[in-house]
């Protein structure tokens, strides 16, 4: 399975969340916050160690990587810290680092069981998208049905404290990480954690304590949006897709057999802001809808120059439908991969702000003890033979969110635009 991906190096060395995410990832997208980290310590295999070298590897000389273990093992005061096969993991993360490439990642048992879990599309947690506001941990936005929403937790709420007797944990979040904010919040349904928040308008700190449950995360949301302000027609379908994961495909088809069935549907949005990508069939699978077959979807290339077109193989339901994509900063990778699809084959208006540009294709593939490596294996282009690495999309129709407003202006746009067609 091919899998793209975002994310800074760190970030993916720590385990994310395309998140979406996107990040992924990047910025990942939607469930940034709620995004697969955990603060219990890793399990580790005991490791059996030889000091012999791959035949095809002998000119490698590991004298010195020798030398350091043995200092470290004789020297180090503290034994308890000396853990063999965590010493392991990191010296081959370390090594995979080296490439600089900052999407090939090897990851250890646990950082690989999130990321599956992210791509899955459910976990444990209390359902809250977190970032900052300034250098302040805060709630961006609470999923909806979640139990931090049903908690009273609003979005723009600081959090200043975290509180887990389970976990032992009892600590300020001055200077935490999204990750080990994340780590800490997140845990095994049924459990419970308390967080102390900041509220603009409130004098007084306020505690809530919150349960956790399994949160399923939508992939693909529909809904219907009238073409005039305060009008009930359903002309226009609003589809989000949140993320590229494991789930995204059939999702999508409930979506697609909605719009089919309400017949006075005419035109479409489709939202892959903060989309941080995922699987890039994914992208093939939703663009191939609003295509001809025959057309383009990507181009791959590998290390050889080889390239390989995937096409699409089916009649496109969507295809006369009048269709606007909306992108952001926070769309990468197989997001990227779709909106592109879309412009150079039908002309499709992309609306927003430039994309993340992710330009890379990686594989995960699954080594030893539950390991992974991610590594990337190829470049992507868009149909026209556009590479989108560290450049993005740019939009064509440019369209800045005013965070000082409640008002989606990317969405008004991207109405009004859809309406012109």
């Not at 209390?126 to 049905?145: E, M």
């Not at 975290?162 to 800490?184: R, Y």
């Not at 954690?193 to 304590?209: A, C, H, W, Y």
Request: charged share 25%; no cysteine; glycine share 10%.
């Amino acid at each position: 399975m091919k899998f793209l991906r975002t994310g800074s190096l760190n970030f993916v060395r720590s385990v994310i969340i395309f998140s979406f995410v996107f990040s992924l990832v990047f910025l990942s997208g939607y469930w940034l916050g709620v995004k697969g980290y955990t603060a219990q310590m890793q399990s580790f295999p005991k490791a059996i160690i030889t000091r012999s070298k791959p035949p095809s590897k002998e000119y490698v000389n590991f004298d010195l990587f020798w030398k350091v273990w043995d200092i470290l093992e004789s020297r180090y005061y503290d034994k308890k810290r000396i853990v063999e096969g965590k010493m392991v993991y990191g010296a081959i993360q370390g090594m995979v680092s080296a490439i600089g490439d900052p999407y090939t990642a090897f990851l250890p048992p646990d950082d690989n069981k999130l990321v599956q879990e992210d791509l899955k599309g459910n976990f444990d947690g209390i359902g809250i998208q977190i970032g900052y506001i300034g250098s302040q941990l805060a709630v961006i936005a609470p999923l909806p049905g979640s139990p931090a929403e049903e908690a009273g937790i609003k979005a723009g709420d600081l959090i200043v404290a975290i509180k887990d007797e389970a976990k032992n944990v009892d600590t300020g979040t001055f200077g935490m990480s999204i990750p080990d904010a994340v780590g800490i919040i997140r845990g095994t349904a049924g459990t419970r954690i308390k967080l102390t928040l900041l509220r603009e308008g409130v004098t007084d700190p306020i505690e809530v304590e919150v349960t956790r449950r399994t949160i399923e995360v939508p992939s693909v949301r529909l809904s219907f949006l009238p073409l005039d302000k305060g009008g009930d027609d359903k002309s226009l379908a609003y589809i989000k897709v949140m993320k590229f994961g494991g789930e995204t495909l059939e999702e999508w088809n409930k979506a697609v057999e909605g719009v089919l069935l309400e017949k006075e549907t005419k035109m479409i949005v489709v939202d892959v802001r903060n989309n941080p990508g995922g699987y890039l069939q994914g992208a093939v699978d939703l663009a191939s809808d609003f295509l001809e077959t025959g057309d383009v979807v990507v181009i791959e290339e590998d290390s050889r120059g080889t390239k390989e077109e995937s096409k699409v193989t089916k009649i496109g339901r969507l295809r006369n439908y009048k269709t606007v994509v909306l992108i952001n900063k926070g769309s990468a990778s197989a997001s990227e991969i779709f909106a592109g699809a879309l412009r150079d084959n039908k002309k499709v208006k992309l609306i927003g702000e430039t994309s993340f540009g992710k330009g890379t294709i990686q594989e995960p593939q699954q080594v030893n003890g539950g390991s992974a490596l991610h590594i990337t294996i190829a470049r992507w282009l868009t149909p026209s033979g556009y590479w989108v690495d560290g450049k993005g999309l740019e939009p064509d129709v440019l369209v800045r969110d005013d965070e000082n407003t409640s008002d989606d202006e990317q969405l008004i746009k991207a109405i009004e635009q859809v309406k012109m067609l």
